[in-house]
């Protein structure tokens, strides 16, 4: 018996360390440490203070270890096995605050480390900010509203930009950094503003003055007319100059045109608009059959970018794809558009197309986007004269403007539109049919705003027919009738914008 006790107590103890090694061989394996802090510097910062690297002290750093603020994790650099430093952004310090630090270690192991406290107190006393420069620093008098950047330093997020000394509403972007939206009404005239920033008290105070200069816009602008779409197809002459076959520039030169010319200087049923532009001291252009509808093309003479608006009058040749691009993003940078289309059915070289199907096509398939003026045209032929033109308009320059009042229209076969305010709230009826409410529909004259661009549009070609032409062609006098004249020449120059 004694033999069985001795053997079997030596198995017991050889099996109790075999177990024992087995444990100690487990917990040898590479198992994360959970790490400490033991020192965060700097340990505080004031509100409003530009980013900083954060160093962390402690035990047990490992390559991927993160350090964490109030839970969310930092870029992290690891130096050695006791020191980690972090990238605090000036966002986290923007405002006064009590922070937890923390260093997290992965698994297998690892875990979070004891917390360390930042300070982000409130300015006791706020620095004076400085301004160092602005963007833009200057605009054209009537341009649309725009962001202002301010740089410069001692920013916080109560700071303000100031305009004259009023303070705008301010977006904080950084210690160093403002912005602010400046409105359509603040930049109307030519002059300059000057712009601060204003921190509050306690401290606080003032920077120094940026000057923003408002240009005054030119008064001499470009009109190029359209002569490439089919404007001279059938009995239509809808140029400025006809000569047979429409070259670039009019003849005689517009240079000779004197206050007295009459519009028969020139032989195009569009030669009195023409002229009068001139007359005015503007340049007018025509686009001819072999030019090419292009923007921002340098290599093209005649690109869209080298005019203030472009005129088409009853366009009976289809836009392709880049021309549609191109009319489109003239208009969102800026440009002027004069829209003339015509009645349903008035496809002159029977390809199919006729003005209101083109007019449609460039607003639904141009590629970019659908609808950006917010109209389309009717399929429609009507015939009135209207004097059902838009109340309460007394300052609207179009129907009031530098060239007189607007109080009737006649449409011989023309078409009318429908508005979509939804697709741009800025699209505004001016002449609806007689009995018609002013409302979205029946519309024979709008205007809209694109981008930084305008357009307008009228459904008829009658009204800016003087009559003028050489080739035989159908027209008729109807430019001096009615309040044509005011309507053409206001909406000419609201298109410039001039007024």
């Not at 420069?133 to 109560?158: D, V």
């Not at 509050?200 to 470009?222: E, L, V």
């Not at 009853?314 to 003339?340: D, H, S």
């Not at 027209?475 to 004249?485: A, E, K, L, N």
Request: charged share 10%; net charge negative; proline share 4%.
């Amino acid at each position: 018996m004694n033999h069985y006790k001795i053997f079997f107590s030596m198995l017991f103890a050889v099996t109790l360390i075999s177990c024992k090694k087995k444990t100690t061989l487990e917990n040898s394996g590479n198992v994360n440490p959970i790490p400490t802090i033991t020192a965060i510097s700097p340990n505080s910062k004031t509100a409003g203070s530009p980013a900083f690297t954060m160093t962390i002290k402690g035990t047990h750093y490992i390559a991927n270890s993160v350090v964490k603020w109030n839970g969310f994790s930092l870029p992290t650099i690891f130096s050695n096995d006791s020191t980690l430093t972090a990238t605090i952004s000036d966002s986290l310090i923007a405002t006064p605050s009590i922070d937890s630090i923390t260093v997290f270690n992965t698994t297998p192991g690892g875990g979070i480390s004891n917390t360390a406290i930042f300070t982000c107190s409130s300015n006791q006393t706020n620095p004076t900010p400085t301004l160092t420069s602005i963007s833009p620093a200057s605009i054209t008098a009537g341009s649309t509203a725009f962001t202002l950047t301010a740089n410069g330093t001692n920013y916080n997020t109560s700071s303000k930009i100031n305009w004259n000394g009023s303070a705008l509403t301010t977006t904080y972007v950084s210690a160093t950094q403002l912005t602010a939206s400046i409105s359509a009404s603040l930049i109307t005239t030519a002059g300059t503003a000057n712009v601060t920033i204003f921190n509050t008290t306690p401290g606080g105070g003032t920077s120094t003055a940026k000057t923003f200069t408002i240009n005054a816009a030119s008064t001499t602008k470009k009109f190029l007319f359209d002569a490439k779409k089919g404007e001279t197809l059938g009995n239509a002459d809808w140029v400025i100059d006809q000569d047979n076959s429409p070259q670039r520039i009019p003849t005689p030169a517009q240079s000779t045109i004197t206050s007295s010319t009459p519009e028969t200087y020139w032989s195009g049923a569009l030669s009195s608009w023409g002229i009068a532009l001139a007359k005015l001291g503007h340049t007018v252009e025509t686009l001819p059959s072999s030019g090419t509808i292009t923007y921002n093309n340098s290599s093209n003479a005649q690109d869209l970018s080298n005019y203030d608006v472009f005129v088409v009058d009853e366009p009976n040749i289809k836009f392709t794809t880049t021309e549609m691009q191109a009319i489109i993003n003239f208009v969102n940078n800026g440009g002027g558009l004069f829209m003339i289309s015509d009645h349903t059915n008035s496809d002159r070289n029977f390809d199919g197309w006729d003005s209101p199907a083109i007019w449609n096509d460039l607003m639904t398939n141009n590629g970019i986007t659908t609808n950006p003026f917010g109209f389309s045209i009717d399929l429609t032929n009507v015939n009135l004269t209207s004097n059902n033109v838009l109340t309460g308009n007394s300052t609207n320059t179009i129907l009031h403007g530098s060239q007189g009042n607007v109080t009737q229209l006649d449409i011989s076969d023309g078409a009318t539109l429908t508005l979509n305010t939804s697709a741009n709230a800025t699209v505004k009826g001016l002449i609806w049919e007689n009995t018609y409410a002013q409302t979205n529909t029946h519309v024979l004259c709008a205007s809209a705003s694109y981008g930084t661009g305008r357009v307008v549009v009228i459904t008829d070609s009658s009204p800016m027919d003087d009559g003028t032409t050489t080739s035989g062609d159908v027209v008729y006098v109807d430019w001096p009738r009615y309040s044509h004249i005011p309507l053409i020449m206001n909406a000419s120059l609201w298109l410039a914008k001039i007024q």
